[in-house]
């Protein structure tokens, strides 16, 4: 008994010391990165580092001395699984009911019963694509947060005329589908700038990026048939309260 004690007094010290080489050799090759996750990964061996920076999180794998590093996706072939992206998914998930709605445009469409958060730019080539493919979407309820990006200088002015509008959905909907802006000043209050913090926080470089009701983040545009089984297994997936 006494052995034992003292094998797993050792084990125990080897794999602090060992935690403590990945982190010191981790974030010596990363400027500016923090590891906050070192756990045993599927390949033997191999762990999983989770580093987190001001770009978001990251997962790279290495040894047990942290000497060599592997970038990339680990893929489970037998199990047809993408452990990589199904860690980044949950690293990287966004509590629906935590987002702030009041912030977006409400667009009802159908029964509404399923949900969708879009951060959305009026001048993003990508955006209009999806907007595109939401019109052959029913059943939803999206909630878009107006996020014009630095690039596109008219954005901000155009962003405030559709929120100014008295219909902030039919007003967003006539511009992607007809070109149109509505009348007025649009110099009323405007969440813009929370919402251009917000992303910042939830790290949205880039638009359209989509937040499904439980929790899953896709950044880019996808096909109307792939948006409406996402939407369906994330209601399936998402509790009511």
Request: glycine letters at 8%.
């Amino acid at each position: 008994m006494r052995r034992f004690a003292l094998f797993l007094a050792l084990f125990a010290g080897t794999a602090l010391a060992n935690d403590a080489d990945i982190r010191l050799s981790i974030e010596g090759a990363f400027t500016g990165a923090k590891v906050s996750e070192i756990n045993k990964s599927a390949l033997p061996g191999m762990f999983e580092v989770v580093m987190k920076s001001r770009e978001g999180p990251r997962v790279v794998y290495t040894d047990d001395k942290g000497r060599y590093l592997v970038m990339g996706e680990m893929i489970d072939i037998k199990m047809e699984r993408n452990l990589t992206q199904e860690r980044m998914d949950k690293l990287t998930e966004v509590r629906f009911d935590s987002l702030p709605l009041d912030q977006a445009i409400k667009t009802v469409k159908g029964d509404g019963r399923r949900r969708l958060a879009v951060f959305s730019d009026l001048d993003c080539p990508y955006c209009k694509r999806l907007e595109g493919e939401l019109t052959k979407v029913d059943n939803v309820t999206i909630y878009t947060f107006l996020y014009p990006l630095p690039m596109h200088g008219e954005a901000p002015r155009k962003s405030k005329l559709i929120w100014c509008s008295k219909d902030r959905a039919a007003a967003w909907a006539d511009y992607f589908h007809s070109g149109r802006l509505p009348s007025g000043k649009g110099d009323c209050k405007t969440p813009i700038d929370e919402n251009l913090a917000l992303g910042a926080k939830l790290h949205i470089d880039g638009t359209p990026a989509m937040v499904f009701a439980n929790g899953k983040r896709v950044p880019g545009y996808l096909p109307s048939a792939r948006l409406d089984e996402m939407l369906t297994a994330s209601e399936k997936s998402t509790p009511r309260p």
